[in-house]
């Protein structure tokens, strides 16, 4: 298994230094103009001094080896320079948006803390009511239970954001006042009074959200576990007389968990691409306004590190939840 | 006189009455057991039926505009009401149904269809595993707006040519939406495969020299069927909001060209005033995706010969 | 009771009182949202109107316009003219003298220093800037003392008021940004993120694309003023959302350009925390007609070019026939409301410029019929107009915008009323709008019919605006598809016309130019059809007092006066 997981991470670079050239081929292909947002009013002349000053004049092989250099080489001795107070990348240019004519990793970091409250907040409590959900309404297939589960988990996930959100705005906002409807991404939690209008502000998004994401997995984990019960192993063990919480949470679950661990994989990575609409509705303006805007703007070098560092956790967490298929069923080898 | 003994009617042989019943009687008579599947079909039927045969009997038209009609309530002329221009909702709810019901289905099943296989195929073949996998987080990590851009940058014109401008959108449109959503099936199934694959009945009919597509098509795929039946049921909603998506960066259809997800898109800005208008397009989608849902649910317990028995 | 009223008349006394003695900073605190958040506090790096609009409050020109379109100083005594002697008699130079006393927020002088080095900093070739077109004609700037500065053009210039007028072209420090000239002005992050200015208020903190928190400048040169000490600038999200903060929940106190449909403004101010506020400009929504045949059947490079001939819109009684057929009364309602009048100019305003067209403004669908059947196009299969076998179809596009939208239902059903059929298309507005010569769908490129969007003019003069439309500034291949004369109008006699306007320096006689020229593109020759001219609509709450919209330069020109009602 160790060989089996070096091996993996060996070849995920050549993985990685591929999917980034495609990446980039892909936004130079893309119709779109970073000038796009530029009023009318300013000359076509000007414009196009604006994009010869981006860089945009060179050829494409040349700026993507400009990037690569920037993002593996420059990027991380910035890090290390803020880590020890070096000086190594003194002078040398980094990742720049079009945008904002700044470092985009410095934006990417701004945006991370409000991130990590709502999208990844949503994402961990989703988890944790779905499995719980699907868990049981396995169980006690067309129960009560499993039903209104079923009903409100399918309804949840067919109404998309852009309404949820909405809806809950103007029901907690609007209508009764308890809660705000624009995110303070300036808010820093030092005592409890601001803790509580961290929590507040955090409510809606991370309910939206969370529906979502319960829906998916709660239905993953629910068909996952009815293939489950009624194997014949299922049956030995309860003749042997295991109780039958023993039976379900750790025979059963274990045995149903693969398909749920790789959906709970393939959803980690998107935490970090952000919410867009969500984010859009509450202005949490995360990751994911960052990249919509970025995108819209055709800010290149903002979407292609985004999309980067996006598709190096998807590749991570691929390898993660390859691994961890080994460790719930020892059954499956690789080498 | 002898008589021959007569024969002893319990020992006689009876030749079958009823010829055998094939698999797909039981699973038939399964799923006609399963309450909510029932209900579940007839509620897609009555959808499909309402929006395909329903403009043919309603007066209105769906683009038609009239401006002094606009933003009425329920009435017996508009049942479900008009819009800001004074088009007929109900109309547009049947114009709409039509395309996102095709769109839905269309591209839930090419991403359906491509997922499985590729999950099947990287997960039983160790030899593809690694290429097909590494396809996949490519496109798991291809940005998805840029993506759409430039696929209608290089196809729209031509499709248009061969096929007309609506087939060729349609065409384009479910090719979009397939072709970028069918990464987490194919992760899914072949998680499940990679399990499957080393189970005993696998290797008793492999040692029984089943080929490798008879144990494709018989011993994995009807074990998977449950994950996959899930995705298909998350994935017509996602392929019905991702076609309102489109729209918006005009890659979709003509604006004039109601859907339900952009009839809902639309409404949302008037959702104080006038939650009728959101609430049409909302129940078209949350029905669909409800009885395709439990029709689901019934066709995987039909499937299944350990609950069929019962 | 009397208690009660006398508390009132105490309150009412304090809030006299803080009137009279008004105090930096009394009124605490303001918070305002932008749908669009602001990327840049450098509107030379960006150019976009929600950096421009953040960047004045920080940094500032030496004169504004005011609500009317007037010049007044800011940063100067007056605004130079050549009654006062400001403005040479040969139009080449004009000299601004700097009020005495000003100080940088950092507490260091504002000199004429610093005036040359913003336009240096601009005009340098390699450095991008976003407002050269302010600058252009400008041969040097000089330091005649420590308040006063000349500008020299390299020709006869009849409005001298490019550089140093208007948010677009505000002072910035020349110590600051001495390190930030030419190619290295992209990597000055520090510096275009937090401007030292003059103006009422200093850059906190800034983060990109989300939110600026300032506060108020301690050396402002009214002591009394900003009455605000901090404000948070919040971007992002919808107009909706934007307009639901102040109008419904009452979370903050202005809101900017909320592009919505009239009847949800109205519903949302009829909950009581705040007003919508219009203002017009020079915003003008307007079809724009293909001179040229965009089919797809032709090669590629010369479709759409000059080369091929509109098949069909060449003929100007079809043009006119398609304007007639549109009722912009209808189309103002629903789409602005207040924020909107219909109009037939492509130069609404100011009231000199605007021509007395009104020809446009009612609805004449028989009129359009009968001067379709005149053109020799005839009622055909499925009530679609025919000519020598060629089907009357148009496309016609737009970018993707609620408003648009509506408009392209209501126009193809008058179209379709007198037999023209049309296809939509609305195209996401980053596509539309940017120059990508390799798309297919820029609004210049023109690969359809007509087409559907606003434009407006800089500063109260049309003179630039007017200029686009002559022959050589037409989109070809050969100009990598960039020009503003979108529709490809040529007309020898509208391009000596328009070089009259640029010799011509008396205000009357300038009008009366600028007008034919308006109607040689509108009224005379259908190649412009303006639906509305498109006012701005922002909202503010009940108690944010002393704001003034302003079309004619940024919004925020004035939230130094800005305060708290009690």
Known sequence: MLTYTIRRFVLAIPTLLFISLVIFLLLELAPGDPMAQVPLTVPPEVKEKMRLALGLGDPTHIRFGKWMWQFFVVEPMTFIDWLFGTAWAEGQQRVLSWQFRSPVMDVIVQRMPQTLWVVAMSYVVGILIALPIGIYSAYRQYSVFDQTGTFVTMVGYSVPPFFSGVLV?????????????????????????????????????????????????SRFMRASMLDNLNQDYVRTARAKGLSEWSVVMVHVLRNSMIPVITVIALGVPSIFGGAIITEQIFKVNGLGQLLITAIEANDLPMVQTVTFMIAVLIVFFNIVADVLYGVFDPRIRYD | MTETPKPIAALADTGPTAPPRSQWRDVWDQFRSHRGALIGSVVLILIIAAVFLGPLVWPYDATFIDIRARNQGPSWAHPFGTDQLGRDTLARMMAGGQTSIAVGLTAMLLALVLGSLVGVLAGFFRRLDGPLMRLTDLFLSLPLLPLLLVMVLLFRESLNGVFGPETGIFILIVVAIGVTSWMPTARIVRGDVLALKEREFILAARSIGTTNFGLITRHILPNVMSPIMVSATLGIANAIITESALSFLGLGFPPDFPTWGRLLNDAVQYLQDYPERVFWPGLGISLTVLSINYMGDGLRDALDPRIRGR | MTLKSLMLGATAVTSLASMAMAERGADGHV???????????????????????AASLVIEPLGRYNTKGEMIPYLAEEIPTVANGGVSEDLTSITWKIKPGILWSDGTPFTANDVKFTAEYCMHPEGGCAQLGKYEGVSSVEV????????????????????????????????????????????CSAANFAPIGTGPFKVDEFRPNDVISLSANPNYRDPAKPRFATMTFKGGGDATAAGRAVLETGEFDYAWNLQLAPDVIANMEAAGKGVAMSAFGTLVERIEMNLTDPSPDLPEGERSTAKHPHPILTDMRVRKALSMAIDRELLTEIGYGKAGRPTCNLVPAPEIFASDNTDCLTQDIEGAKALLEEAGWTVGAGGIREKDGRKLSLLYQTSTNAVRQDFQALIKQWWSEIGVETELRNISASVFFGSDPGSPDTFPKFYADVEMYANNFDGTDPQSYLAGYTCEKAPRPETQWQGENINRFCDPAYDELVKELGRTAELDKRGEIAKKLNDMLTKDSYTIVPLVDRGRVSARSNTLGGVELNTWDTELWNAADWFRIK
């Not at chain 1, 009764?176 to 300036?186: A, K, N, V």
């Not at chain 1, 803790?195 to 959200?209: E, S, T, W």
């Not at chain 3, 990327?39 to 150019?47: E, F, R, T, V």
């Open chain 3, 144 to 187: 005649i003392d420590d308040l006063t500065v000349k500008v020299n053009f390299s020709q006869p210039t009849p409005v001298p008021y490019g550089p140093f007028m208007g948010g677009q072209a505000p002072i910035i420090q020349a110590a600051q940004f001495a390190d930030c000239l030419g190619a290295k002005a992209q990597e």
């Open chain 3, 31 to 53: 918070n305002l949202i932008y749908w669009q958040a602001p990327s840049i506090m450098n509107p030379y790096l960006s150019g976009g109107t929600k950096e421009v609009e």
């Open chain 1, 169 to 217: 705005i103007v029901i907690f906002s609007v209508q009764l006042g308890w809660l705000p409807s624009i995110y303070d991404t300036t808010l820093v939690v030092v005592d409890w009074a601001t803790f509580k209008q961290q929590l507040m502000q955090m409510v809606m998004p991370v309910m939206v959200l969370a529906l979502q994401t319960t829906a998916q997995i």
